[in-house]
């Protein structure tokens, strides 16, 4: 067993800060649509959603699994492999989230450690059928299936209650969302704070701390919730946005048939220890809620833009992580530079952001401009 070193440290923190990003990239998945309709405050919404992420987080531990020992050989992985595919994702994470696209954090995560592993170990330590099996064919199913779900759970909704007053149904179905929000943020616990804990298990296992094939330890589980917990109460207003307000006007029916759809889902993908994009899967839902409301308006270019960022997603991680680990590979002064740029980006990213900002204030407003350059159908 090797001692403690630098760059162990340098790796679990820039794990958990890739953590942190997924928290507020990816409160939306949870939050949006309650935010939208009026079911819960801005700030009650994340506050919510950030406490049951960390208890989703101690739920399972399986994506972990497939994380840590599932998709590389984690014999033939170092740690500036891993830090470098952690610097790739964080970026894409922060680039993604500066355009309010909801991309997947998960798939940012996977495309950054591939990149870096094929660069610094060789293709020969991906383990692409499990890549195939794991990430892409969930990846093109799960938000098809969302989709086609929310759709069908919609169109019941309105067709149950199409005789009771307006304003009841709204009623009934904000209370409704409390609860059924609640769920997803529990269920994006059991699945999105499982990768963190996934890498950075597979740092130790890389230094001899833990034997190959070895869970993560009780300490993995805890900061890694605190940290996706963290970020997900620091709300990533800029993609509530988009996914509550950009993608189709939402009433609380199609909330909640969105919000159910998108548990199901995950749930479900973590008892197998599929570690799918719960972003892809309540993007899915939300778009289907659209398309089950009679006269509801899908806004097909925004649709289009999240589609490209995710079609984008892997590879461009990929590229970054793969960069990012020859440079990093050259000695400390090469992860002195990678991590160097990696926080000028993201002090970039966040000035960039300031210009235009959003918050719990207006997070449910879109500016006229988006709605003409997007434009809109009804349905």
Wanted: glycine fraction near 12%; aromatic fraction near 8%.
């Amino acid at each position: 067993m090797e001692s403690i070193s630098f760059l162990l440290i340098a790796v679990i923190l820039t794990a958990l800060a890739f953590d942190f990003t997924n928290g507020f990239h990816d409160t939306a998945n949870s939050m949006a649509t309650s935010i939208a309709t009026g079911a819960l405050k801005p700030r009650v919404a994340v506050a919510v959603a950030g406490a049951l992420n960390l208890a989703g987080a101690f739920l399972s531990t399986k994506v972990a699994s497939t994380i840590s020992n599932g998709l590389v050989n984690d014999s033939k992985v170092s740690l500036v492999m891993i830090f470098a595919g952690l610097v790739g994702a964080i970026l894409w994470n922060l680039a993604t989230w500066l355009f309010g696209m909801p991309s997947s954090s998960s798939h940012a995560l996977f495309g950054g450690l591939i990149g870096a592993v094929w660069v610094g170990a060789g293709g020969s330590a991906i383990h692409f059928t499990q890549v195939m099996e794991k990430i892409v064919i969930p990846a093109v199913a799960s938000p098809i299936l969302a989709c086609a779900v929310a759709v069908a759970a919609t169109y019941l909704a309105y067709k149950i209650t199409q005789r009771t007053a307006k304003r009841k149904v709204n009623r009934g179905f904000r209370a409704g969302q409390i609860g059924s929000a609640s769920l997803v943020a529990l269920a994006h616990g059991t699945n999105d704070a499982q990768k963190t804990m996934g890498v950075i298990t597979l740092a130790l296992i890389s230094t001899g701390f833990l034997a190959h094939g070895s869970e993560p330890p009780w300490w993995v589980v805890l900061t890694a919730g605190l940290a996706i917990s963290l970020g997900t109460y620091v709300g990533g207003w800029r993609i509530i946005r988009t996914m509550g307000k950009g993608l189709t006007d939402i009433q609380a029916p199609q909330g909640f048939a969105a919000e159910t759809t998108s548990t199901a889902v995950i749930l479900s993908s973590s008892h197998l220890g599929f570690a799918l994009s719960t972003t892809q899967v309540c993007t899915g839902g939300i778009l289907g809620s659209g398309l089950g409301r009679k006269l509801a308006r899908v806004r097909w270019g925004i649709a289009g833009r999240i589609a490209v960022s995710w079609v984008l997603t892997l590879p461009a991680a990929a590229a970054t992580g793969g960069v990012s680990a020859w440079v990093a590979d050259q000695g400390d002064l090469g992860v002195a530079l990678v991590a160097g740029v990696a926080v000028a980006a993201a002090a970039g990213f966040y000035v960039l952001s300031r210009r235009r900002p959003v918050n719990a204030d207006n997070v449910n407003e879109v500016p006229p401009r988006e709605r003409q350059l997007t434009g809109s159908s009804t349905v």
